[in-house]
């Protein structure tokens, strides 16, 4: 059974860092880039940012560049991301994302390219 867990998330305030860790089981996790998305309260699906089955390559939204590193260790089954410089309007609910398909990098939050999504985490980015 493929599972996706979340944690990592919390309260900060603004300015502030987070680290998010997705632990993954159940299949085969360096044969897929993995993606993260989050959804804002009241406002749809966002892509934050993806990365590649090995971590050679990593994508981010225009808006996360700078201030948001994604990185996974495959030997740990483990997909993270470093929010640094956190705004109020980071503030949302952050899913990790496995793509349908091998390999094949996903850079939307449009739910059929993923085929399971963890719980996801609450980050809260207030003074």
């Known amino acids: 059974e493929v599972q996706l867990v979340e944690s990592g998330g919390g309260l900060v305030q603004p300015g502030g860092s987070l680290r998010l860790s997705c632990a993954a089981s159940?299949?085969?996790?360096?044969?897929?880039?993995m993606s993260w998305v989050r959804q804002a309260p009241g406002k749809g699906l966002e892509w934050v940012s993806a990365?590649?089955?090995?971590?050679?390559?990593?994508y981010y939204a225009e808006s996360m560049k700078g201030r948001f590193t994604i990185s996974r260790d495959n030997a740990k089954n483990t997909l993270y991301l470093q929010m640094n410089s956190l705004k109020s309007e980071d503030t949302a609910v952050y899913y990790c994302?496995?793509?349908?398909?091998?390999?094949?990098?996903?850079?939307?939050?449009?739910?059929?390219?993923?085929?399971?999504w963890g719980q996801g985490t609450q980050v809260t980015v207030s003074s």
């Open positions: 159940g299949f085969t996790f360096d044969d897929y880039a």
């Open positions: 994302a496995k793509p349908s398909h091998t390999i094949v990098v996903v850079t939307t939050a449009i739910e059929y390219e993923y085929d399971y």
């Open positions: 990365i590649s089955w090995n971590g050679g390559s990593t």
